[in-house]
Protein backbone atom coordinates (compact mmCIF):
# COMPACT_ATOMS: atom_id res chain seq x y z
CA UNK A 1 0.00 0.00 0.00
CA UNK A 2 0.96 3.53 -0.73
CA UNK A 3 1.67 5.76 2.29
CA UNK A 4 3.17 9.08 2.51
CA UNK A 5 1.29 12.33 1.34
CA UNK A 6 2.27 14.12 -2.32
CA UNK A 7 0.81 17.83 -3.44
CA UNK A 8 -0.62 18.31 -5.56
CA UNK A 9 -2.35 15.27 -7.01
CA UNK A 10 -2.14 16.62 -10.09
CA UNK A 11 -0.15 19.39 -12.69
CA UNK A 12 -0.79 20.85 -15.60
CA UNK A 13 1.98 23.67 -17.25
CA UNK A 14 2.86 24.94 -20.43
CA UNK A 15 6.06 23.60 -22.03
CA UNK A 16 9.21 25.48 -20.62
CA UNK A 17 7.44 26.48 -17.30
CA UNK A 18 8.73 24.80 -14.02
CA UNK A 19 7.41 22.65 -12.15
CA UNK A 20 7.07 21.85 -8.35
CA UNK A 21 5.84 19.05 -6.26
CA UNK A 22 5.87 18.16 -2.97
CA UNK A 23 6.29 14.97 -0.71
CA UNK A 24 5.90 14.68 2.78
CA UNK A 25 6.34 12.13 5.46
CA UNK A 26 6.17 11.01 8.95
CA UNK A 27 8.59 8.79 9.93
CA UNK A 28 12.67 9.71 10.20
CA UNK A 29 14.80 8.29 7.28
CA UNK A 30 18.02 7.00 5.50
CA UNK A 31 16.85 8.61 2.43
CA UNK A 32 14.87 9.77 0.10
CA UNK A 33 14.19 8.58 -3.87
CA UNK A 34 11.94 10.43 -6.48
CA UNK A 35 10.70 8.20 -9.47
CA UNK A 36 9.05 8.24 -12.37
CA UNK A 37 6.38 6.49 -14.11
CA UNK A 38 5.46 7.24 -18.51
CA UNK A 39 2.89 5.66 -19.74
CA UNK A 40 3.76 2.02 -21.06
CA UNK A 41 6.94 1.90 -19.10
CA UNK A 42 7.65 0.99 -15.62
CA UNK A 43 8.91 3.23 -12.47
CA UNK A 44 12.28 4.65 -13.34
CA UNK A 45 14.40 6.41 -10.70
CA UNK A 46 15.23 9.77 -10.58
CA UNK A 47 17.02 10.71 -7.86
CA UNK A 48 18.24 9.41 -4.08
CA UNK A 49 18.47 11.83 -1.50
CA UNK A 50 19.96 10.89 1.72
CA UNK A 51 19.26 12.23 4.96
CA UNK A 52 22.25 14.60 5.60
CA UNK A 53 21.63 15.77 2.36
CA UNK A 54 19.85 19.14 1.61
CA UNK A 55 20.09 19.47 -2.18
CA UNK A 56 20.37 17.39 -5.03
CA UNK A 57 20.70 18.21 -8.81
CA UNK A 58 20.54 15.48 -11.73
CA UNK A 59 20.10 17.40 -15.18
CA UNK A 60 17.05 19.47 -14.89
CA UNK A 61 15.96 18.03 -11.80
CA UNK A 62 16.57 19.83 -8.06
CA UNK A 63 15.82 17.95 -4.96
CA UNK A 64 15.82 19.55 -1.72
CA UNK A 65 14.96 17.97 1.51
CA UNK A 66 14.15 19.19 4.81
CA UNK A 67 13.99 16.56 7.56
CA UNK A 68 13.00 19.14 10.31
CA UNK A 69 9.56 19.35 8.26
CA UNK A 70 10.11 16.06 7.01
CA UNK A 71 9.17 17.23 3.41
CA UNK A 72 11.23 17.18 -0.08
CA UNK A 73 10.41 18.89 -3.24
CA UNK A 74 10.91 17.71 -6.96
CA UNK A 75 11.46 20.63 -9.04
CA UNK A 76 11.78 20.22 -12.92
CA UNK A 77 13.36 23.06 -15.04
CA UNK A 78 12.54 23.51 -18.16
CA UNK A 79 9.71 21.19 -18.65
CA UNK A 80 9.24 19.14 -22.21
CA UNK A 81 6.15 17.55 -23.29
CA UNK A 82 8.43 14.02 -22.19
CA UNK A 83 8.60 15.11 -18.74
CA UNK A 84 4.38 14.29 -18.82
CA UNK A 85 4.42 11.48 -16.20
CA UNK A 86 3.38 10.34 -12.29
CA UNK A 87 6.04 11.42 -10.05
CA UNK A 88 6.49 9.27 -6.65
CA UNK A 89 8.11 9.76 -3.76
CA UNK A 90 9.81 6.82 -1.38
CA UNK A 91 11.16 7.31 1.49
CA UNK A 92 13.51 4.64 3.32
CA UNK A 93 12.62 4.74 6.97
CA UNK A 94 15.30 4.33 9.66
CA UNK A 95 13.79 1.98 11.45
CA UNK A 96 14.67 -1.96 11.55
CA UNK A 97 11.88 -3.20 8.73
CA UNK A 98 13.58 -2.04 5.53
CA UNK A 99 10.74 -1.32 3.17
CA UNK A 100 9.86 1.69 0.78
CA UNK A 101 7.26 4.11 1.90
CA UNK A 102 5.52 5.50 -0.84
CA UNK A 103 3.56 8.47 -1.85
CA UNK A 104 0.28 8.48 -3.57
CA UNK A 105 2.13 10.24 -6.77
CA UNK A 106 1.63 13.54 -8.33
CA UNK A 107 0.40 13.49 -12.22
CA UNK A 108 2.45 15.90 -14.02
CA UNK A 109 0.99 17.20 -17.84
CA UNK A 110 3.06 19.80 -19.99
CA UNK A 111 1.22 20.75 -22.29
CA UNK A 112 2.47 22.01 -25.62
CA UNK B 1 -9.74 -3.48 0.50
CA UNK B 2 -6.24 -5.17 1.47
CA UNK B 3 -3.35 -3.84 -0.36
CA UNK B 4 -0.82 -5.58 -2.00
CA UNK B 5 0.59 -8.24 0.04
CA UNK B 6 4.09 -9.93 0.00
CA UNK B 7 5.35 -12.61 2.19
CA UNK B 8 7.50 -13.13 3.79
CA UNK B 9 8.72 -10.15 5.02
CA UNK B 10 12.34 -11.08 5.42
CA UNK B 11 13.90 -13.97 4.18
CA UNK B 12 17.28 -15.84 4.75
CA UNK B 13 19.30 -18.30 2.43
CA UNK B 14 22.37 -19.83 2.40
CA UNK B 15 24.50 -19.70 -0.91
CA UNK B 16 23.16 -22.02 -2.96
CA UNK B 17 19.51 -22.49 -1.42
CA UNK B 18 16.33 -21.88 -3.38
CA UNK B 19 14.05 -18.68 -2.65
CA UNK B 20 10.40 -18.36 -3.20
CA UNK B 21 9.05 -15.21 -2.86
CA UNK B 22 5.22 -14.54 -2.94
CA UNK B 23 2.89 -11.94 -4.39
CA UNK B 24 -0.68 -11.20 -4.08
CA UNK B 25 -2.12 -8.45 -6.09
CA UNK B 26 -4.91 -6.48 -4.87
CA UNK B 27 -8.35 -7.62 -5.30
CA UNK B 28 -9.27 -6.80 -9.21
CA UNK B 29 -5.86 -6.71 -10.30
CA UNK B 30 -4.38 -8.75 -12.84
CA UNK B 31 -1.33 -7.21 -13.99
CA UNK B 32 1.81 -8.19 -11.46
CA UNK B 33 5.07 -6.22 -11.61
CA UNK B 34 8.29 -7.25 -9.94
CA UNK B 35 11.33 -4.42 -8.96
CA UNK B 36 14.28 -5.48 -7.07
CA UNK B 37 15.78 -2.66 -5.00
CA UNK B 38 19.78 -2.98 -3.97
CA UNK B 39 20.84 -1.09 -1.06
CA UNK B 40 21.53 2.20 -1.38
CA UNK B 41 19.87 2.08 -5.23
CA UNK B 42 16.36 2.76 -6.66
CA UNK B 43 14.37 0.31 -7.80
CA UNK B 44 14.72 -1.61 -11.34
CA UNK B 45 12.04 -3.31 -13.33
CA UNK B 46 12.54 -7.05 -13.41
CA UNK B 47 9.54 -8.49 -14.57
CA UNK B 48 5.46 -7.83 -15.97
CA UNK B 49 3.16 -10.76 -15.56
CA UNK B 50 -0.74 -11.11 -16.35
CA UNK B 51 -2.49 -14.09 -14.92
CA UNK B 52 -0.92 -17.25 -16.95
CA UNK B 53 1.31 -14.88 -18.91
CA UNK B 54 4.80 -13.23 -18.79
CA UNK B 55 4.44 -10.01 -21.16
CA UNK B 56 7.74 -8.36 -20.51
CA UNK B 57 11.24 -9.79 -18.56
CA UNK B 58 13.28 -7.64 -20.40
CA UNK B 59 14.90 -6.80 -16.56
CA UNK B 60 14.99 -10.58 -14.84
CA UNK B 61 18.45 -12.58 -15.53
CA UNK B 62 19.03 -14.71 -17.64
CA UNK B 63 19.58 -17.83 -15.29
CA UNK B 64 18.68 -18.66 -11.73
CA UNK B 65 15.56 -16.44 -11.97
CA UNK B 66 12.04 -17.30 -12.67
CA UNK B 67 8.00 -15.68 -12.06
CA UNK B 68 5.05 -16.82 -12.48
CA UNK B 69 1.39 -15.84 -11.86
CA UNK B 70 -1.11 -18.76 -11.87
CA UNK B 71 -4.37 -18.25 -12.41
CA UNK B 72 -4.88 -19.38 -9.16
CA UNK B 73 -2.92 -18.12 -6.38
CA UNK B 74 0.08 -15.59 -5.65
CA UNK B 75 2.58 -14.50 -8.25
CA UNK B 76 6.02 -16.37 -7.16
CA UNK B 77 9.32 -15.15 -7.84
CA UNK B 78 11.87 -17.85 -7.74
CA UNK B 79 15.38 -18.09 -6.90
CA UNK B 80 17.62 -20.72 -7.75
CA UNK B 81 20.77 -20.99 -6.06
CA UNK B 82 21.17 -17.85 -4.35
CA UNK B 83 24.45 -15.89 -3.99
CA UNK B 84 25.19 -13.14 -1.86
CA UNK B 85 24.42 -10.76 -4.98
CA UNK B 86 20.77 -11.60 -4.84
CA UNK B 87 20.36 -9.81 -0.86
CA UNK B 88 17.98 -7.08 -2.26
CA UNK B 89 14.46 -5.79 -1.39
CA UNK B 90 12.11 -7.19 -3.47
CA UNK B 91 8.73 -5.45 -4.53
CA UNK B 92 5.69 -6.08 -6.24
CA UNK B 93 2.91 -4.09 -7.45
CA UNK B 94 0.26 -4.84 -9.48
CA UNK B 95 -2.60 -2.86 -11.37
CA UNK B 96 -6.03 -3.62 -12.65
CA UNK B 97 -5.59 -2.89 -16.53
CA UNK B 98 -2.60 -2.56 -18.64
CA UNK B 99 0.80 -1.24 -17.91
CA UNK B 100 -0.16 2.31 -18.00
CA UNK B 101 -2.59 1.89 -15.04
CA UNK B 102 -0.98 2.94 -11.60
CA UNK B 103 0.81 0.81 -9.97
CA UNK B 104 0.11 -0.02 -6.21
CA UNK B 105 3.15 -1.56 -4.08
CA UNK B 106 3.73 -4.40 -1.46
CA UNK B 107 5.55 -3.74 1.37
CA UNK B 108 8.59 -5.74 -0.06
CA UNK B 109 10.20 -9.10 1.00
CA UNK B 110 13.70 -8.21 1.97
CA UNK B 111 16.50 -11.09 1.12
CA UNK B 112 19.55 -11.76 2.59
CA UNK B 113 21.56 -14.57 1.41
CA UNK B 114 24.62 -15.54 4.11
Known amino acids: SQQGEEDPQALSIQEGENATMNCSYK?????LQWYRQNSGRGLVHLILIRSNEREKHSGRLRVTLDTSKKSSSLLITASRAADTASYFC????????????WGAGTKLIIKP | NAGVMQNPRHLVRRRGQEARLRCSPMKGHSHVYWYRQLPEEGLKFMVY????????ESGMPKERFSAEFPKEGPSILRIQQVVRGDSAAYFC????????????FGPGTRLLVL
Open chain 1, 90 to 101: ATDPMDSNYQLI
Open chain 2, 49 to 56: LQKENIID
Open chain 1, 27 to 31: TSINN
Open chain 2, 93 to 104: ASSRGSWEETQY
